[in-house]
């Protein structure tokens, strides 16, 4: 295992239903520290279960799947490595329909242990660093597509992770508001360093990525070795394929 690493997956395999269905087959990904890397490829080619298997929302089947020095397929206590380690943002938001604002930011918060006032601090804070200050007590229904997903931004950061991991997360909104989104997620990755892994299938926000994994049936098809226009244009190539 290279220290060089956060992540490093090696031919990692998962299955569902008893194995009739291989979402993930032979899966191999490296990332460095405080990287940007985009993953893409047509629907349904694994792409969300390789982030939930680096979440340790599941455990992989087999191969190596070694973050921020923990063995995942050994890991035993996968909530702590999660807690510690990883804030993930998916396409919907997620949020809690009875809570406030401030209450899901601190949802994490929770799970850690920490006080109130600490909790509402911080919980301030980072609805500033999205550009939400003000909106503390908003519950997710009085606010737009956009802002929610910044409100689950926030969420994501409560714990300060190493690694933030966003799946499809402008594919529920409209370009402004995407663009928002991922203007927030580049500045947090830079002013923060933290790694950020980024799922998508829309070529223009993959664009945005400092190196791109190309996903087909399960496994990478291209890693980055190649020039990322070429793999940019595959992956417009392949959108065109499957949109109607
Ligand atoms: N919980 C699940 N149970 C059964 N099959 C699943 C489950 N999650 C994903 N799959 C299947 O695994 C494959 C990969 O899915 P997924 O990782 O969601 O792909 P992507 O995010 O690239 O669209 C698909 O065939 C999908 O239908
Ligand atoms: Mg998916």
């Not at 997710?140 to 994501?156: D, F, H, K, N, W």
């Not at 291209?222 to 499957?242: C, F, M, Q, T, Y």
Request: proline letters at 5%; a negative charge.
């Amino acid at each position: 295992m290279s220290e060089m690493h956060v992540i490093e997956a090696v031919e990692l395999t998962k299955t569902y239903e008893e194995g009739r269905i291989a979402a993930l087959s032979g899966m191999s990904l490296a990332v460095r520290p405080g990287e940007f890397v985009g993953i893409v490829g047509p629907s349904g080619c694994g792409k969300s279960t390789l982030l939930h298997l680096v979440a340790a929302l599941d455990r992989p089947d087999a191969g190596v799947l070694r973050v921020a020095g923990h063995d995942l397929a050994h890991e035993p206590d996968l909530s702590h490595y999660r807690a510690q380690h990883i804030g993930i943002v998916f396409q919907l938001h997620n949020l809690l329909p009875s809570l406030t604002a401030s209450e899901n930011v601190q949802v994490p918060m929770f799970e850690l242990g920490w006080r109130r006032g600490d909790r509402v601090a911080r919980a301030r804070d980072l609805l500033g660093l999205v550009g939400l200050r003000g909106r503390e007590t908003h519950r997710p229904t009085q606010l737009s597509g956009g802002e929610r997903q910044r409100v689950a931004i926030a969420r994501a950061l409560a714990n300060d992770p190493r690694i933030l991991l966003a799946d499809e997360p402008t594919g529920s909104l409209d370009s402004q508001a995407g663009d928002q989104v991922l203007d927030l997620l580049e500045r947090v990755r830079s002013e923060s360093g933290t790694t950020l892994v980024l799922v998508t299938h829309d070529a223009g926000v993959a664009s945005r990525a400092d190196r791109l994994v190309h996903m087909l049936d399960g496994r990478e098809v291209e890693d980055g070795s190649i020039p990322r226009s070429a793999a940019l244009a595959i992956a417009g190539r392949r959108r065109e394929r499957v949109s109607p």
